[in-house]
């Protein structure tokens, strides 16, 4: 890779991570939404926060656990920022079609898929016919199951709606490392799917809507044909 290139490269790295950091995609970090376009300001907090990334792998089966197949509108919010996507489901892999894609220095990525069972993430920049593969981590893990991770106290509320679907209202508290956060979780018991999860102590829920539970194709979990992949390692990530 050329070092033009190269520079472009990390700067899409970090902008990576800055993303991460935010809690989009992890209702379980405490870190207040930062812009992307300070992301190469935050380059030292970066390598700190790199230093202290724990692996999926020891999550894969309460985060998941059966091999559910569904598709379903995704709609995240946090940190006064409100992003919707397009999600399918399919047992321990998901893709998330982005509205309006992710803007990076190398273009935008309009896929993201994330592969449990490869531990790794794919970033697909379609108009550069480009594949970029970071390591998996518990930031991309979105909540599936009903069951929370690090969860220590449920109370049902009461009935509810979502949308035009009926649901049991729970309120939860879940413990990680030591720090625990309430959470108002919303269930469709009769098709045992989470249906919205909102955080009672910051700005911070995703919901699902138009749930159709059916059989994913293979295909949309695999990088298309003919694209380049560049994979980047920690080792690579850590050194910038």
């Known amino acids: ?15 990576h991570y800055a993303l991460r950091i935010t809690g ?3 209702p379980n970090h405490h870190v ?13 907090l970066l390598l700190s926060v790199a230093a202290s990334r724990v692996h999926a792998e020891d999550f894969k089966e309460s985060r998941i656990g059966e091999a559910v197949e569904f598709s379903a509108r995704l709609k995240w ?44 993430v794919w970033y697909v920049l379609s108009k550069r016919r480009l594949v970029v593969v970071v390591p998996l981590t518990v930031d991309f893990l979105l909540p599936l199951s009903i069951q929370l991770e690090g969860e220590v106290e449920r ?7 979502v949308g035009d679907r009926s649901a049991k209202l729970y309120e939860v508290v879940v413990d990680r490392n030591g720090r625990r956060e309430r959470f108002y979780e919303w269930v ?3 098709r045992n799917l989470l249906l919205k999860l909102v955080s009672q102590d910051r700005d911070w829920s995703v ?34």
């Open 1 to 15: 890779m050329r070092d033009p290139e190269k520079r472009k490269f990390f700067r899409f790295l970090f902008t």
């Open 24 to 26: 989009l995609m992890n």
């Open 32 to 44: 207040q939404l930062l812009t992307v376009g300070l992301c190469l300001g935050l380059f030292s």
């Open 77 to 120: 919010r946090a940190g006064g920022k409100t992003s919707k996507a397009q999600l399918f489901v399919k047992g321990d892999r998901y893709r998330i079609e982005h509205f309006g894609g992710i803007r990076t220095d190398l273009g935008y990525a309009s896929v993201t898929i994330v592969r449990l069972d490869k531990q790794k």
């Open 155 to 161: 109370t049902l509320i009461g009935d509810a709606m």
């Open 188 to 190: 469709d018991e009769e």
């Open 207 to 240: 919901e699902y809507e138009r749930i159709v539970q059916s059989e994913q194709p293979d295909y949309f979990f695999e990088t298309p044909l003919g694209y380049q992949k560049f994979e980047v390692t920690e080792q690579q990530a850590e050194s910038g």
